[in-house]
């Protein structure tokens, strides 16, 4: 089964580690698309903490290093939280 709104925010993610003028922040945001790759095709999905934790670095980084792709983030924050709102739990 594949989680669409995770597997469309892994490719945001991609896009935004490509045009990012950030090395770092490059490294960064592909290592998170590789998460959301993994947890879109996974057996079990993800919790909602696990999906945070990912939120926080992806907010840390639009607000820093990565501040020049921004709107890409954000928009692959949105599809998370997409996914987010059909969850049980929190």
Do not use: K
């Amino acid at each position: 089964m594949t989680r669409d709104e995770l597997a469309s925010a892994s490719e945001l993610l991609e896009s935004a580690a490509g045009d990012t003028d950030s090395d770092d922040a490059s490294d960064r945001l592909a290592e998170l698309a590789g998460q959301l790759d993994t947890l879109a095709t996974a057996d079990r999905g993800p919790d909602h903490g696990r999906l945070a934790r990912i939120q926080s670095a992806l907010n840390d980084l639009s607000s820093g290093d990565a501040e020049d792709v921004a709107d890409t983030i954000g928009d692959a924050d949105d599809r998370i939280n997409e996914y987010r709102s059909d969850l049980e739990g929190v």
